[in-house]
């Protein structure tokens, strides 16, 4: 028999709701006209349909449920919130950074850009007006399409292997060949700014992105927009960035639509992978418990409610200094001409399964899809009704075909290819091409002597620095070198090198530890303290809790931005991430993709550094579980000839070693890593 417990006292346990609280904003739009804003939109779906079906590979429904988010970005205008950027430059360091980090809906861009760089090119045909010229070099042509999910190494030599070089179709090809559009977003692709990937490594360096703008001074109105889908953000690096760039204050600077149609590859999030009885699973409450400002609309297809939302978040205060989130319920597989689930007779082929795998070419659903588009605008597609062209020269004279085909209803549509180029072109009048900015953008800090090997002080410099916001003057003694015979770790002479670069560079070279600055030595290479948009503008200290992931992807969106008007010139800072070895493998994959990205960028980029080897007798004591002799062999993974890993051995050796690699890697570009 049990012998009952005696109550001595009652103790209170709260459990813990969601709570769901709508605050309206009422929006009064102008005249934007959204006819023409329809049309563009159907036509980029049709257009990344043609591409997806003549290649027979790619993703339909992510990127048809991105299409009005794409398309309300890229014409609204800054006024209503759209993109401040020029087609005719569109890597112009000034530009709004445009963001695609769902990497693999990049075919409604390429489908986009094509439509408005034809509309360039026809009007100025048209009209002689040199305003609409553009470089065929800068600009996606309907040749292109061609070039589909195509390594460029296949597609030099395409038409020569089908018979097809002198055929009037391709006549393109012969201005600069046939572009390859690769199968995700790279920064490389007009006005994106991300190399989309795996583990939501894109979105995650949206955060570093924005500081290092409003490090460097620039008007509020230049933002960074990125499109992500909710399966993405699921991922680590992407949940790290929510609270980082909450801690950063990057404000309204950065604005994420989320493209909500709760559709993955293979299943439903919501329903799917979680069980639709637990309703407190709410994507929308998710970031407003991190801390963020939340936008909400009904349906984030329809072109009112996309501009209604993007006016309001460009005219909210820019004080308020939370990262913005539009929460947008879209339709995976949406499409224009879609009537009660129905598209020309067929059922829509709508969430998970509208993934590309069944669709054959030229078979029963594509067809459905093109001949609604057909009697939308009174044209009429080539051989789509014949089945599969029997060879490749035909597969591809009829894919050329449609693409011009698609391309005229720009003409049959009374006025729209001028609409399209001069939307355009105003859009592109509104870039600051002189902003006032903190830094000198025509100048390479890290090109100076005192960095070179040569010239590095042996004696210990005492030096004094002025926080230009607080007037306060800071003094700090940096040591590179100790006499022969010191007893000194190499990795107490961290801190050391980093405090030089940050005194010649006047603040050039920002940290990022992972709630450990301290402890693995690059705190105090911060001369003036922890970073603040608004208290100290000036710092190069960042925050960071325990988030190796995220705080890598931050410092790699830092130094992947330039503000030299010059591609060929860096105006830019430098950044350190680093936490005890064990962990630093979390921060492979973002820098293993901004090694790709450097190397392929047409301009300068940054030197990102990470701290790999640091450790100590805590982690060897605790070798079962933290394994730090691991974590430099991760590094030597990347690319011969992309990364420098130092190893040192005394503390003189650092700075002589550190500062010889720094030389290197500016005088080779496609080194961009520094371990």
Same mark, same amino acid.
């Given at each position: ?38 049309? $563009? ?19 339909? &429904? ?31 360091? !000034? ?5 695609? @980090? ?44 061609? &070039? ?39 920064? +490389? ?57 909450? @801690? ?7 604005? %994420? ?49 996309? $501009? ?21 319920? +879209?339709?995976?597989? =949406? =499409?224009?001409?879609?009537?009660? &689930? ?20 030229? @078979? ?32 591809? $004279? ?10 005229? %209803? ?84 961290? @801190?050391?090198? &980093?405090?030089?670069?940050?005194? %010649? ?53 830092? %130094? ?9 010139? !860096? ?17 492979? +994959? ?64 650092? #700075?002589?070693?550190?500062? #010889? ?15």
């Amino acid at each position: 028999m049990t012998t009952p417990a005696t109550v001595l006292q009652r103790v209170t346990v709260h459990t813990v709701t969601s709570k769901d609280t709508l605050e309206a904003h009422p929006v009064e739009l102008p005249d934007y006209e959204r006819g023409r804003f329809d049309d $563009i939109a159907f036509m980029t779906a049709m257009n990344l349909c043609l591409m997806g079906n003549y290649a027979q590979t790619g993703h339909f &429904g992510g990127p048809l449920a991105y299409t009005p988010y794409n398309v309300a970005c890229h014409l609204a205008g800054p006024d209503l919130g759209g993109l401040r950027y020029d087609l005719r430059n569109p890597k112009f360091p !000034y530009s709004d950074k445009f963001m695609l @980090s769902g990497g693999h809906n990049i075919p409604t861009c390429y489908a986009l850009w094509m439509i408005l760089y034809e509309a360039l090119r026809q009007q100025h045909v048209a009209t002689g007006d040199d305003r609409f010229a553009v470089d065929p070099n800068v600009a996606i042509l309907p040749i292109d399409a061609l &070039g589909f999910r195509r390594g460029a190494g296949a597609l030099k030599t395409l038409l020569a292997q089908n018979g097809l070089t002198d055929h009037r179709l391709f006549a393109d090809a012969k201005l600069r060949g046939i572009r390859s559009l690769a199968g995700h977003a790279e920064t +490389t692709d007009v006005t994106n700014d991300v190399n989309g990937g795996p583990s939501g490594i894109g979105i995650a360096t949206a955060a570093g992105k924005a500081v290092f703008w409003d490090y460097i001074g620039a008007s509020a109105d230049l933002k960074v927009i990125a499109l992500e889908g909710e399966f993405a953000l699921t991922e680590g690096h992407a949940q790290e960035l929510k609270s980082i760039a909450l @801690s950063q204050q990057v404000g309204k600077r950065l604005r %994420v639509l989320l493209s909500m149609n709760n559709a993955g590859i293979d299943d439903t999030l919501i329903g799917g992978v979680i069980k639709p009885r637990y309703t407190d699973y709410d994507i929308a409450q998710q970031w407003v418990s991190w801390g963020w400002n939340v936008f909400q609309v009904d349906d984030a297809n329809d072109f009112d409610q996309v $501009i209604a939302a993007l006016k309001t978040m460009e005219e909210w205060p820019a004080d308020d200094r939370r990262p913005m989130i539009l929460v947008g319920p +879209t339709t995976k597989g =949406w =499409w224009p001409a879609a009537q009660d &689930g129905k598209v020309s007779g067929q059922s829509q082929v709508i969430s998970y399964p509208s993934h590309p795998y069944g669709m054959k070419m030229n @078979s029963g659903y594509f067809l459905a899809l093109a001949e609604s588009f057909e009697h939308r605008y009174g044209i009429t597609f080539d051989g789509i009704r014949d089945g599969v062209p029997e060879t490749d020269a035909a597969r591809l $004279i009829q894919f050329k075909t449609n693409i011009d085909t698609l391309m005229s %209803v720009m003409e049959r549509q009374v006025g729209l290819r001028a609409w399209v180029a001069e939307r355009v072109i105003d859009i592109a009048a509104k870039v600051d091409h002189a902003p006032s900015l903190r830094i000198d953008p025509t100048t390479n800090p890290f090109l100076d002597d005192r960095l070179k090997v040569e010239n590095l002080p042996t004696e210990a410099q005492d030096v004094a620095v002025t926080n230009p916001h607080t007037g306060e003057e800071v003094t700090r003694r940096i040591t590179l070198f100790h006499d022969a015979g010191a007893k000194k770790g190499p990795r107490r002479a961290i @801190s050391e090198i &980093g405090a030089w670069l940050n005194y %010649v560079t006047s603040g050039r070279f920002l940290t990022m530890a992972a709630d450990l600055s301290g402890s693995i030595n690059i705190e105090n290479a911060n001369l003036l303290g922890h970073y603040d948009p608004v208290d100290n503008p000036y710092g190069t200290r960042l925050k960071a809790a325990i988030q190796e992931a995220g705080n890598a992807s931050t410092i790699v969106g830092l %130094v992947s931005q330039n503000a030299s008007p010059d591609p060929k010139k !860096y105006a830019g800072v430098w950044g350190i991430s680093g936490t005890y070895g064990a962990f630093t493998p979390l921060m492979y +994959t973002p820098a293993r993709v901004f090694s790709q990205m450097n190397q392929d960028s047409p301009f300068e980029l940054g030197i990102l550094h990470v701290l790999a080897g640091h450790s100590g007798p805590e982690t060897a004591a605790d070798a079962r579980t933290h394994f730090g002799i691991f974590a430099p062999q991760t590094w030597t993974l990347l690319p011969r000839g992309h990364v420098i890993n130092l190893y040192f051995w005394d503390y003189n050796d650092v #700075a002589a070693g550190y500062f #010889a690699a720094v030389q290197k890697a500016i005088e080779i570009k496609e080194i961009g890593i520094i371990v």
